[in-house]
């Protein structure tokens, strides 16, 4: 297992999760929802949260549907990981999250919340899942979860 700080990052259109692992890769927490809104400030929080933690790579859930197709979520998400990828150092991989906020939700019930009331939770607790996913993932198979988004052309990291 690779040594860092892993960030997850559940990307919704109203709200953002955002969870981390511990220094060695072995177990995921929540860390806070991000307001999502027109301008960049929701990546500019999660870079900054990214710097506090020192962390060592960046996981977002890529929302597919159950088909495996693309949506407009998908493509949000994509786009949302690249500007993450072209500001930051920290490598930012895609991973897979189907059912990931139905996961987040299920959890919330069995532990007696109600959703009404509950929505950031739900989204620091998909991210959580999403997170954790990839971080047993990389521990079976000895290999980096999902697919490295690459920077853009002719952008700095």
């Known amino acids: 297992m690779r040594p860092g700080v892993r960030l997850g990052v559940d990307v919704g259109t109203v709200r953002i999760g955002v969870s981390r692992s511990d220094p060695h890769g072995m177990m995921a927490m929540p860390v806070e929802t991000v307001a999502r809104s ?3 400030t929701a ?3 999660i870079l900054e ?3 506090q933690l020192n962390v060592a790579e960046v996981v977002v859930g890529l929302p597919l549907a159950l088909s495996g197709r ?3 979520s998908t493509d949000d998400a994509v786009g949302f990981a690249h500007a ?3 500001r930051t150092d920290a490598p930012v991989r ?3 999250e189907r059912l990931s906020t139905v996961s987040a939700q299920s959890a919330l019930h069995a532990s007696g919340r109600r959703t009404k009331g509950s929505r950031q939770v739900i989204d620091q607790i998909a991210a959580t899942i999403i997170l954790q996913h990839a971080l ?3 521990r079976a198979s000895e290999t980096p979860p999902g697919t490295l ?3 853009s052309i002719g952008t700095a990291p």
Do not use: M, S, W, Y
Request: proline share 8%; no cysteine.
């Open 38 to 40: 027109a301008d960049d």
């Open 43 to 45: 990546v500019r929080r």
């Open 49 to 51: 949260i990214i710097e």
């Open 70 to 72: 693309h949506t407009a």
């Open 84 to 86: 993450l990828a072209d």
């Open 94 to 96: 895609l991973v897979d």
């Open 136 to 138: 047993d993932g990389e």
């Open 149 to 151: 988004v690459p920077p």
